[in-house]
């Protein structure tokens, strides 16, 4: 582990197009090709366009992207549009061709994207539904998953869930209705709106809204405030997923999901399928560095970065090393 200052997660950036010399010939979309149709030499050369959403873990996947194409793609340059915004910015670029290629989690994909109301518990049903599902309605490829799991849940302080005999997220609801408001609850500002976050898992486990309406609910952006909030006492419950190291930094309390409201939750890249058309060595490259990928690598990576010197660029790079796709 580096050890320094803590590194924040970039700012919102402007959709750019590629870039490129006086050679190059600009597609519709984010990549753009040079020197025309692909040769003999190799496959035709292109400028891939990264982006991501703006925490540190969708950055890491940015940079895990960006070193693959720049390492192991024949003709193709990698272009920076990390750390765009939310999954509505991301997923608009991706599809209006301001990017080319981000990573992606199933159940987003699922239930907030494509508006699906069922839940998919099985990871290679998830993984192979919504890969239809893209693919059939985009011009788009899903390409390889990860190993890692990105499932949401309810995290509580564990001396508070002790405290009340707080297990599950059905106790947690009795709790609320039986028991008592006077509490904060952090949420992700964008979680708090969509289909598949707050409002249907308040129904789900039977939450009266007048009950929920009287509960301190602070909302937050992503990167990990809501666990630092959490961990100073100043709330009590907040909402997360999986690979989030903070739980086991701060040795939070994960609650069981027992009623199977979340789906899983599984980490995959998209890419257009223009670049791959012309250039299937970037696809290739994309899918060696992605398919290792694990829960507890991932979990290291972002924890790195949360709390030491190292950047997003410094821990993909030691990723793709130990995994010798460098």
Not at 68 to 91: F, H, R
Not at 171 to 179: K, M, S, T, V
Not at 254 to 269: C, H, M, Q, R, W
Request: charged fraction near 20%; charge should be negative; glycine fraction near 8%.
């Amino acid at each position: 582990m580096r050890k320094g200052a803590i590194v924040g997660t970039a700012g919102i950036t402007g959709l750019a197009g590629c870039s490129g010399g006086n050679s190059t010939t600009e597609t519709s979309g984010g990549g753009s090709t040079e020197g025309g149709s692909a040769t003999d030499s190799g496959p035709q050369q292109v400028s891939v366009t990264i982006g991501s959403k703006r925490f540190s873990e969708q950055e890491i996947f940015g940079e895990i992207a960006k070193k693959a194409i720049a390492a192991k793609a024949q003709n193709a340059k990698p272009v920076d549009e990390t750390g765009l915004g939310g999954t509505a910015q991301v997923w608009r670029a991706l599809t209006n061709g301001e990017i080319d290629h981000y990573w992606t989690y199933s159940n987003t994909q699922w239930n907030q994207i494509h508006g699906k109301d069922s839940v998919i518990h099985d990871r290679e049903e998830m993984y192979n539904e919504v890969k239809s599902l893209i693919e059939e309605k985009h011009d788009l490829t899903m390409l390889e998953p990860t190993q890692a799991s990105a499932v949401w849940t309810i995290i509580t302080r564990p001396d508070w869930a002790k405290e009340h005999g707080i297990e599950s997220i059905s106790d947690f609801a009795d709790y609320i209705r039986n028991e008592s408001t006077d509490f904060t609850f952090v949420t992700y500002a964008e979680f708090a709106e969509r289909q598949d976050g707050l409002p249907n898992l308040l129904k789900e486990y039977d939450i009266p809204q007048e009950k929920w309406n009287k509960v301190n609910v602070k909302k937050v952006g992503y990167g990990g405030l809501n666990y630092q909030i959490l961990n100073s006492g100043d709330a009590v419950a907040t909402t997360g997923w999986m690979s989030q190291p903070q739980i086991y930094q701060y040795g939070l309390k994960t609650l069981e999901d027992n009623k199977g409201y979340f789906s899983a939750s599984v980490i995959a890249p998209i890419i257009r399928n223009e670049i791959i058309n012309k250039n299937p060595s970037v696809e290739t490259a994309i899918n060696e560095a992605a398919q290792p990928l694990t829960t507890e690598e991932l979990q290291q990576m972002v924890l790195e970065v949360s709390n030491t010197d190292a950047t997003a660029a410094d821990v993909a790079e030691d990723y793709l090393k130990t995994n010798d796709v460098l």
